[in-house]
């Protein structure tokens, strides 16, 4: 969603079933023991990731352009650390061992800010730190297998019309609707490119075996039509 609509909807919005079920083993595979590491989750949202992090001995920041999102990570996790911060311009004297930017990049309506958000994350990592960016899949983009959401385009959609703009409503909330923008995925390697850093793996999550038996039908879609891109970046060497 924009920027513009996240900052309203704000606390309103939660983590969802396919960020925790797919996404987060993902994560906790590429990062493997974080205990004593310092990270930063870089729109944080709900603050969902960074609780799971601190679970495991972690030590976190979350940032959000949202005041509304800051607050709610701050009653759900009293004890942690979270600062209303703009993704793109970072002020930060901490460095990190990862950063995380999830499903923040789609949010931009021109690769200008990507590649400034892109950079003022990677500025953040130390020497040896790494830069996890994860956007949506294009093969799921362009589905329509969304359980909640429902998706529609201002034009045709084709995957090579640069900065298009996909509107989503929900199906079990009429009051949220918001817009991402889409991206080819050599659109985000340009960005990750001019901001210094290099691409050192892609994934590209699908659900682990067990979650057949919980949901054959979400299983078998999510196999067929990824739901996300995860790169990890670090600092040219």
């Known amino acids: 969603m924009t920027e513009e609509e996240w900052i309203k909807i704000g606390n309103n919005w939660k983590t969802t079933s396919s960020k925790v079920q797919i996404l987060f083993p993902t994560l ?7 205990s004593g590491k310092e990270i930063l989750d870089s729109g944080c949202g709900d ?5 799971r992090c601190k679970e495991k001995d972690a030590i976190t920041m979350g940032i959000d ?3 509304k999102a800051i607050e709610g990570c701050k009653n759900s996790d009293p004890l942690g650390k979270y600062l209303i911060m703009d993704t793109k311009n970072i002020i930060l004297e901490e460095e990190f061992d990862w950063v995380l930017s ?15 958000a892109i950079k003022s994350m990677g500025q ?6 790494k830069l996890v960016i994860v956007i949506p899949h294009p093969t799921f983009e362009e589905s329509d297998n969304a ?8 034009e045709e959609y084709l995957y090579s019309k640069k900065g298009l703009k996909i509107n989503y409503k929900s199906k079990t909330k009429g009051y949220l609707a918001f817009t991402d923008f889409h991206w080819m995925i050599e659109d985000y390697v340009e960005c990750i490119k001019k901001a210094g850093l290099v691409i050192e793996d892609i994934k590209e999550p699908i659900p682990a075996e067990k979650y057949k038996e919980e949901n054959l039908d979400i299983y078998t879609k999510r196999v067929k ?7 990890v970046c670090s600092r040219k060497r």
């Open 102 to 116: 999830l499903f923040v990049l789609l949010s931009f309506d021109n690769k200008k800010k990507i590649e400034d």
């Open 225 to 231: 039509y990824p739901t996300m891109i995860v790169f």
């Open 147 to 154: 359980e909640t959401m429902k998706r529609s385009f201002d």
């Open 65 to 67: 352009i949202s005041d």
């Open 47 to 51: 603050g969902a990731f960074i609780r």
């Open 28 to 34: 906790d595979s590429i990062m493997g023991d974080i």
């Open 124 to 129: 953040r990592l130390n020497k040896t730190g």
